[in-house]
């Protein structure tokens, strides 16, 4: 599995939303309905399963899928 499609897979645990269906623009929240919690779960999630530490400040940033996977690549 590439990390992009375990990526999408994380995030589709959160929404319902396959991820074979979802794309880089699609915004966490208003497009795949993730609460504040959702979000702050799911980053740590993300963390744990790709072995990094992301910074406050930098995911608050993050808004779209791509914006996501791009930040994860710089880690």
Known sequence: ????????TIIAQYCGVEPEKMTDDMRFR???GF???DFMSFLGE??????????E???LR???IGEALELL???
């Not at 599995?1 to 999408?8: I, L, Y």
């Not at 993300?46 to 910074?55: K, P």
């Open 1 to 8: 599995m590439t990390q992009e499609m375990e990526f999408k």
């Open 30 to 32: 208003e497009d795949l």
């Open 35 to 37: 609460s504040s919690l």
């Open 46 to 55: 993300v963390e744990d399963t790709f072995d990094v530490e992301l910074e």
């Open 57 to 59: 400040e930098d995911a």
């Open 62 to 64: 993050v808004f779209t």
């Open 73 to 75: 690549e710089t880690l």
